[in-house]
C-alpha cells in the first residue's frame, strides 16, 4: 500500500564506508528524485531521473552515485562515507507532465556517519 | 540563479488564521507548491499554483502573484496538528526542471 518506499529507514556507520538507500515507489510515477535534507531543514535537491535517465545531476559529490534499474527504483549508493554526509536523504516520485510535477515523499533515510 | 525567503519561525493560537510568506527569485519559474513537514517526517504536498491568484482547498489556501515573486499560504481555524514546517518551493524550468526548496517556516500552534 505504501506510494514510496525506503530502506533503510536508520543508518548508522563510520566514516569510510560505503552503503547503498535503495527507493521504490508503486505510482507508476515516470520521475524520481533524490534530495537531502540537513541539519538546517534545507531540502537540497541531488538527483533526479526520468524514466531510468539522469536528468538533474546537482554538484553533488561523485561519491554520490544514483542507479536506477527501471523506472520504479531509483537507489543511492554512497562511496567512502565522511561526517559531512550525515543528513536524512530523501527519495520522491512525480508523473511529470504539466500539472503532474506534485512529489510524492518516501518517509527518509537518517544516515549517521560517525 | 534562485532565491526563496521565508520567515524562520511564527507562533499563532488555535483557532485563529495564520498567513505565511514566500518570496522567490528565480529565472525560469514555472510554478509554486507548497509542502508540510512534521517533525521527523517527509514532506507531504499541500498546494500549487502556477496562475495568479487564490487557491482554496479546505483550510487550507495559496496565493500566487508572479509578477511580485510572492505567495502565501494561509492557515484557518488553527489546530494543534499544524504545528509543522510549511516549505514554499518553487519549480524552475532553467536546468532541467529543478524544484528548489525554501527553508522552510516552522509554525508553532499553541493552545
Known amino acids: 500500500d505504501t506510494a514510496v518506499s525506503q530502506t533503510p529507514k536508520y543508518l548508522v556507520t563510520q566514516m569510510g564506508n560505503d552503503k547503498s538507500i535503495k527507493c521504490e515507489q508503486n505510482?507508476?510515477?515516470?520521475?524520481m528524485y533524490w534530495y537531502k535534507q540537513d541539519s538546517k531543514k534545507f531540502l537540497k535537491i541531488m538527483f533526479s531521473y526520468n524514466n531510468k535517465e539522469l536528468i538533474i545531476n546537482e554538484t553533488v559529490p561523485n561519491r554520490f552515485s544514483p542507479k536506477s534499474p527501471d523506472k520504479a527504483h531509483l537507489n543511492l549508493h554512497i562511496n567512502s562515507l565522511e561526517l559531512g554526509d550525515s543528513a536524512v536523504y530523501f527519495c520522491?516520485?512525480?508523473?511529470?507532465?504539466?500539472?503532474?510535477?506534485?512529489?510524492?515523499f518516501g518517509p527518509g533515510t537518517r544516515l549517521l556517519v560517525l | 540563479g534562485q532565491n526563496i525567503d521565508q520567515p524562520t519561525e511564527m507562533t499563532a493560537t488555535e483557532g485563529a488564521i495564520v498567513q505565511i510568506n514566500c518570496t522567490y527569485q528565480t529565472s525560469g519559474f514555472n510554478g509554486l507548491f507548497w509542502y508540510q513537514q512534521h517533525a521527523g517526517e517527509a514532506p507531504t504536498f499541500l498546494s500549487y499554483n502556477v496562475l495568479d491568484g487564490l487557491e482554496e482547498k479546505g483550510r487550507f489556501s495559496s496565493f500566487l502573484s508572479r509578477s511580485k515573486g510572492y505567495s502565501y499560504l494561509l492557515l484557518k481555524e488553527l489546530q494543534m496538528k499544524d504545528s509543522a514546517s510549511y516549505l514554499c518551493a518553487v519549480r524552475d524550468i532553467t536546468g532541467g526542471f529543478k524544484t528548489i526548496f525554501g527553508a522552510g517556516t516552522r509554525l508553532f500552534v499553541k493552545a
Open positions: 505510482l507508476g510515477h515516470d520521475t
Open positions: 520522491a516520485s512525480s508523473q511529470g507532465g504539466i500539472g503532474l510535477e506534485t512529489q510524492y
